[in-house]
């Protein structure tokens, strides 16, 4: 019989396979629930069929991300026909869909939001007593919180190059289009000492980059502190090589911010900068709360102060009410604005978000995918074009490890975020180093590296 209580758990350990989905704040998110649940006593495999509890940490930003887990879900249905588990939904779409969830998905036994994880090991340990006895109690967490930001929760880090610490978590913008509002409710900031502290930590434990997370991570205020000072006394931590941060609103951009990262040698020369749109009529209707004025004297001050600075973005395709003329002037924007990269996305609607309450999703599925690749190409061709401007440039390469093709090349990234791959039998290398490399070839999504030249 399994035991699940911890001081048993070390002769019986329970085995948990956690699957992420989403962005990095989930990632951290679910390093933060294998520090609660090792507390705890259970154990993590990263093989699902040893697994005694399976959770996965959702995302529901669009509606690709919910099929992804419905997907799994439905797999996850097989194995439970076969032998005991307990399935657990995690993350944003636990908090979105709490109702349909536990009424169309029998086969989960718990539901727990962001905010509380601390609950989980309790949640996970009753779910499976009660399947033990042949009961079937779900166990449902999913109230948000305005104060919990887990200062005090240790992640539990893979090991590798980047450490992520969310400095703030929730959003209290409400772009009509945006589910996190809902899913992560209201913004809450950590305080500056902590994050200070555990980026000593960090860097002592041989980290060499930390990004600083948070759904609206330049909104950061915690008593004096706002992002401009934090990041600052981040970057000045010995052993940190190189800090970003993400994701920034562009309304939150002021000159000390600016200054920060144009300045602090060890601040990436990189900013995403989500535009979403380039039609004011859009923005106003999205609640974006800048106009493409305003986004493009952002830009301007940003490029006056360092020309080498790298720009990327978010955009929305075919939001509720854009016309053609609409798109033509996000079209025109983006070819303006030459970003290094862009995430480019069809709209989908989330429900209880102000623009399904308000605005008919009127663009047709045809139309979203033709503006959707008509930009994509677009963009594509001026990132070749960015990439290409490097060439014959020595950068400052952070080695990651192997490349995904092939283990006979190293890949790494430039301050600017761009991946950078060599020949590990001419350049030797290992996670961690900080190498400088000179670009021979460009494509639009990689550069590609050799030793200078001797000068
Ligand atoms: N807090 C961040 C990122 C939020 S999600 C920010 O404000 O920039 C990342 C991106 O997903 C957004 O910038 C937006 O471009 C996209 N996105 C969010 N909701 C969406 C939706 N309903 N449909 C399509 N794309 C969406
Ligand atoms: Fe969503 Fe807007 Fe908040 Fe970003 S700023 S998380 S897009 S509501
Ligand atoms: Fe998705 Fe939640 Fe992140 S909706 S993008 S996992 S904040």
New binding site residues.
Partial sequence: MKRTDSTQATATPTHVHLETFG?QMNEYDSELVRSLMKQDGFVFTDEQERADVILMNTCA??ENAHNKVYKHLSELKKIKRQRPLVVGVLGCMAQNLKEELTEIQPLIDVLAGPDSYRQLPMLIRNALLSQEEGLDQKGLAVDLSEYETYHDVVPDRHDGVNAWIAVMRG?D?F?S????PYTRGRERSRDAEGIILEAHKIAEQGFKQITLLG??VNSYRFGDWDFARLILAVADVPGIERVRF????PKDFPMPLLEAVVSHPHICKQI?L?L?SGSDRILGLMNRAYTIREYRALVDRIQALRSDIVLST???CG?AGERDEDFDETYRLVEEMRFHSA?I??????KN?I?ARKFPDDVSEAVKTERVTRLFDLQRNISYGRNREYLKAVLPILVEGDAKRSAAQGMGKSDGNITVIWDKQIVPSQPGDLLSLAIYDASSTTLYAEPPPVS
């Fill in positions: 962005c930003i669009r959003c913008n772009c289009f945006c589910v996190v759904q609206n993400t994701s920034p609103h995403h989500p979403q978010d955009i929305i939001f995430f996305f069809k709209y989908s609607e989330r978000t623009a």
